[in-house]
T-cell receptor, first 114, second 115 residues
Framework: GDSVTQMEGPVTLSEEAFLTINCTYTATGYPSLFWYVQYPGEGLQLLLKATKADDKGSNKGFEATYRKETTSFHLEKGSVQVSDSAVYFCALSDGKAAGNKLTFGGGTRVLVKP | GAVVSQHPSRVICKSGTSVKIECRSLDFQATTMFWYRQFPKQSLMLMATSNEGSKATYEQGVEKDKFLINHASLTLSTLTVTSAHPEDSSFYIC???????????FGDGTRLSIL
């Protein structure tokens, strides 16, 4: 079945540091890929997405490129802020009409210190 | 746009009580809603897919008689945890889609604590 693997946290950074969170996936067909962010005590917010190979999703300074050859969708941000402290989830959708279920990675907790 | 509201945000109740959680799409119609459960510091586990006007589709291992799902309208799905016990304590999150092949938009979750 489909699966998503992302690096375990917590990742602790200083403000303005470069952030990378690795994400790889296993899926049949051509899934859509997503990054979601969860702030403490809240639900998930869609951060960015990519629906086909070589697409780059970007939002709020975060970027991720859909790499079919390496089955990866790594999240990057060039200069993090304290407000970026959250849990980040990589996810894929099988793209099928029936439900488009999301399969999540285990989540990576990021802590940015001033 | 695409706001999903969950209510209540937190509930504490005694063992044996049934608890209902509502999930509403505020500014769009959602033919499909999803219910997830999240254990502390873990990822989301899909419990069921809720389709308006039909029975929910439950994931393997999820007791449908324990977790009753009703999707009576295009803007509301409810999850009822029947005869809740301490092991049912968890963070429950719903999501909804604006249409086929569209991203899921999540509610803020409901923290359920069973004493």
């Amino acid at each position: 079945g489909d699966s998503v693997t992302q690096m375990e946290g917590p990742v602790t950074l200083s403000e303005e540091a470069f952030l990378t969170i690795n994400c790889t996936y296993t899926a049949t067909g051509y899934p859509s890929l997503f990054w979601y962010v969860q702030y403490p005590g809240e639900g998930l917010q869609l951060l960015l997405k990519a629906t086909k190979a070589d697409d780059k999703g970007s939002n709020k300074g975060f970027e991720a490129t859909y790499r079919k050859e390496t089955t990866s969708f790594h999240l990057e941000k060039g200069s993090v802020q304290v407000s970026d402290s959250a849990v980040y989830f990589c996810a894929l959708s099988d793209g099928k009409a029936a439900g488009n279920k999301l399969t999540f990675g285990g989540g990576t907790r990021v802590l940015v210190k001033p | 746009g695409a706001v999903v509201s969950q209510h209540p945000s937190r509930v504490i109740c005694k063992s044996g009580t049934s608890v209902k959680i509502e999930c509403r799409s505020l500014d769009f119609q959602a033919t499909t809603m999803f219910w997830y459960r999240q254990f502390p510091k873990q990822s989301l586990m899909l419990m069921a897919t809720s389709n308006e006007g039909s029975k929910a589709t439950y994931e393997q291992g999820v007791e449908k008689d324990k977790f009753l799902i009703n999707h009576a309208s295009l803007t509301l799905s409810t999850l009822t945890v029947t005869s809740a016990h301490p092991e049912d304590s968890s963070f429950y999150i719903c999501s909804a889609k604006t249409g086929p092949n569209q991203p899921q938009h999540f509610g803020d979750g409901t923290r359920l604590s069973i004493l």
